[in-house]
């Protein structure tokens, strides 16, 4: 299969920022993808529907011409997020979603929440309305090591929560351990994943071996091979379950490459492409559509998109750097490497 073409694809979790940020990272999300859902951990954070649609609303000032891009708008859960809130969700026309970062997980998490207990009458009210809780999936506690985050998160807070809210409708994003994927297995249809690039194409060897490479640092951290197998297995099943969501992050070259590096990794601008070379190096060409352009409209409840990108295979060798700033650059993902896959 040497030209794929799949129905425009949705990236389910991306990070765009605010301000002069915006005229980088909304043009790379937008040539690719139709909707994006866009994450609210700003300075400050994004919690309420009305500072929503004031985001959106920034972010479409940056969208090229003759681009239809649909940015999909997320609250930023907080310990003192209102009960009355959630019907303002499940209202909006752009806002479909709230985020829980535990405090202190990733990048400007400080303000997320501290204890999810106390939220579950918050909690309540998404289960009643079906708005969608998207999760940050680990703990923060400093004596719990980096690499157990996932699955301790798994033991302490979801299954609980899932216990006490059994048809809470649940994205554990961006899952990094076969831990997660089979727990997501496990659950009723109510509860999905998304999975990354970085995820499915590295693992921790590729970060480390060699010399630490900050790009290729991101939360929750790249995982062990075996689990980056298992990952492979279920985005490339077919299984409505898993869609994607790329946790694009960008950070200027100087926040990652410093004694005490940022996370993320920034794949918007070629993100179809990687998921693609994923794809077919597990020879599930034929499963990327479903995982791309499918899965997470069904289950935000959304239409599928109409229009159609067209892939060919063509070598393509990612850009070393892209301007960020007037005095910084970002790197993105796989920088100065050569993929075989190319938007036509």
């Known amino acids: 299969m040497d030209i794929l073409t799949l129905l425009q694809p949705d990236d389910w ?10 005229k980088r990272t909304v043009p790379d999300l937008a040539k690719q ?21 004031a985001y959106r609303e920034r972010i479409m000032q940056h969208v090229p011409e003759g681009i ?12 003192h997020t209102p009960s009355d809130e959630i019907k303002k969700i499940k209202d909006s026309s752009v806002v479909n979603a709230i985020k829980l970062y535990p405090a202190g997980a990733t990048t400007n998490s400080d303000n997320g929440v501290s204890d999810i207990r106390k939220v579950y009458h918050v909690i309540e009210q998404l289960e009643e309305h079906q708005v969608p809780l998207l999760l940050h999936g680990e703990v923060t506690h400093s004596h719990v090591d980096i690499f157990d985050r996932e699955k301790r998160f798994l033991d302490e807070v979801l299954t609980p929560l899932l216990r006490q809210f059994p048809q809470l409708k649940l994205v ?29 194409l590295f693992n921790r060897n590729d970060m480390l071996v060699g010399g630490i490479k900050p790009h290729f640092y991101c939360l929750p951290i790249l995982k062990r091979q ?32 410093n004694a005490c590096g940022c ?3 920034y794949s918007a601008p070629y993100a179809i492409e990687l998921y693609a070379q994923a794809f077919d190096q597990m020879g ?52 100065g490497q050569t993929i075989n896959w190319s938007l036509q």
């Open 284 to 335: 599930k060409l034929d499963k990327l559509e479903g995982f791309a352009s499918h899965f997470g409209a069904d289950f935000y409840g959304l239409e599928r998109n109409s229009k159609t990108i067209t892939l060919v295979r063509k070598e393509q060798t990612i850009a070393e750097r892209l301007t960020y700033f007037p005095n910084d650059d970002i790197i993105p993902l796989f920088a």
């Open 13 to 22: 979790h991306a990070h765009l920022r605010d301000g002069d940020s915006l």
């Open 226 to 257: 075996s689990h980056q197998t298992t990952l492979l297995e279920v985005a490339t099943s077919g299984n409505p379950k898993f869609f994607l969501g790329t946790d694009s992050a960008p950070h200027a070259q100087s926040k990652k490459e």
């Open 68 to 79: 239809d891009f649909d940015p999909r708008m997320v609250l930023y859960f907080t310990d």
């Open 172 to 200: 554990l994003e961006h899952i990094t351990t076969a831990d997660a994927a089979h727990f997501v297995l496990e659950q009723g249809r109510q509860v999905a994943a998304t999975i990354t690039p970085q995820h499915l």
């Open 33 to 53: 993808f139709h909707r994006a859902i866009c994450m609210p951990n700003l300075v400050p954070p994004v919690k309420t529907v009305e500072e929503a649609v």
């Open 263 to 265: 996370a993320g990794c």
